[in-house]
C-alpha cells in the first residue's frame, strides 16, 4: 500500500520538490520554519471531503493518502505552501509535514533531505510528533537535526550533484539515522492514523 501512495505522492510532489539533480535554494525553500504551527486560520479551514465507509476501512498508509492528497492538490506548490499550510489545523500539519519528510528520508535519506532544502521542517515536524505522541519518533528527529547542525557548512558548501554524493560519506551518521527513521515510520504511521479517527472533525467532511 506504500508505494501505491508514493506513486501519487510522487507526482503531486513534482513541482514542489527539488530533484536530488539540482541543489534547492535554502531561504525560499525554508520558509515554512516562519509560520508557527499553532497559526490556524479557522475561517479557511481545508478538510477533505470523503464517504464514512472508505474513512473507518482505510488504514495505515492508503488511509494517510487518502487524508492528505487533497491537501497536497490544495497547497499545489512550494511558493503558495508557507500560506496555504495555515488552512490545516493542527492534526492536520502533523501529518502533512511528516509525510512531507518521509517522501525526501525514503528516497534518500536525511542528507537529500536536508540538501534540499528541507530544514525548516523540522520544527513543525517536531510540533506534529510531540502531538500525536511519538516520542521515540521525535527523539530521533531531535538527534538527526543537532548531527545536522554540527555538520550543516557542509551542506552549505555543496553545491553540486558530486558535492552532495560526498555527503553521505563525510556524514555517516545519517545512514544508521536513516535506518532508524524507516524502523520507526510505520508505528508513526499508525500513531497518526489513530489520530485521524480520534478527530474526524478536523480532517474530513463526510459525502
Request: charged share 30%; proline share 3%.
Amino acid at each position: 500500500m506504500k508505494n501505491q501512495f508514493y506513486y501519487f505522492f510522487a507526482i503531486l510532489s513534482i513541482v514542489f520538490t527539488v530533484s536530488c539533480s539540482e541543489k534547492s535554494i535554502k531561504v525560499e525553500n525554508n520558509s515554512i520554519q516562519l509560520n508557527r504551527f499553532d497559526e490556524f486560520e479557522i475561517e479557511n479551514h481545508f478538510k477533505s471531503t470523503m464517504s464514512k465507509q472508505v474513512f473507518d476501512s482505510l488504514h495505515s498508509w492508503e488511509f494517510a493518502s487518502a487524508i492528505i492528497d487533497p491537501v497536497l492538490v490544495m497547497i499545489q506548490s512550494t511558493p503558495f505552501e508557507l500560506q496555504r499550510v495555515k488552512r490545516l489545523a493542527a492534526g492536520q500539519k502533523a501529518l502533512y509535514f511528516f509525510l512531507k519528510t518521509d517522501q525526501q528520508v525514503d528516497h534518500g535519506g536525511f542528507v537529500q533531505f536536508y540538501w534540499n532544502g528541507f530544514e525548516g521542517y523540522i520544527p513543525p515536524l517536531r510540533e506534529g510528533l510531540s502531538l500525536i505522541k511519538d516520542r521515540k519518533m521525535l527523539k530521533l528527529i531531535e538527534e538527526v537535526d543537532t548531527y545536522y547542525q554540527k555538520n550543516k557548512q557542509k551542506f552549505e558548501k555543496a553545491e553540486d550533484v558530486e558535492a552532495f554524493n560526498a555527503l553521505y560519506d563525510d556524514c555517516p551518521a545519517f545512514k544508521k539515522m536513516t535506518e532508524n527513521y524507516k524502523e520507526l515510520r510505520e508505528v508513526s504511521v499508525k500513531k497518526l492514523e489513530q489520530y485521524v479517527k480520534n478527530h474526524p472533525d478536523e480532517f474530513v467532511v463526510f459525502e
